[in-house]
């Protein structure tokens, strides 16, 4: 298994142990896996603030624009991930990813980051949309 390999699967098992020495090792985190995107948009998807901010610290690009097809499949860039999977997966969990890849200097497509108004309405719409999943399955 390649070392980027090794880092894909230290992230989804939420390793941060692992991910910490793969980084100690001098792995390159902006290294586009063959969808196009780098690591950080696997460790965004996971949720898990303490790798992301393990990765940022490190040199992860939090601006990265993907290839296609992630571009297309999930996001050009870091940031407008997370904002999707805040909307539509968790606003709780996903909300301090966002906030920690503001920090780190992310913006979206346009260059710029949600103003207070934005995220005001964003936040009641996701949640409405939210609560309207729960227990929606594809075979009703």
């Known amino acids: 298994m390649s070392l980027h ?31 196009g995107a780098s690591a950080l948009f696997v460790a965004i998807l996971q949720g898990n603030a303490s790798i992301l901010r393990l990765m940022l610290k490190h040199g ?29 997966l968790d606003w709780d969990k996903y909300h301090p990813i966002v906030r920690l890849l503001e920090q780190n200097g992310a913006t979206d497509s346009d260059g710029g980051v949600e103003s207070s108004d934005e ?16 227990g929606f399955h594809l075979s009703d």
């Open 5 to 35: 390999e090794q880092l894909m699967t230290a992230i989804v098992e939420d390793n941060v142990g692992e991910v910490s020495r793969l980084i100690r090792n001098g792995l390159n985190l902006n290294v586009r896996c063959d969808q």
């Open 60 to 88: 992860a690009d939090p601006n990265l624009i993907a290839d296609e097809p992630a571009a297309t499949i999930y996001a050009e860039k870091p940031l407008e991930l997370a904002m999707q999977s805040r909307f539509l």
């Open 119 to 134: 995220l005001k309405v964003r936040k009641q719409h996701a949640k409405e949309w939210q609560d309207s999943q729960r």
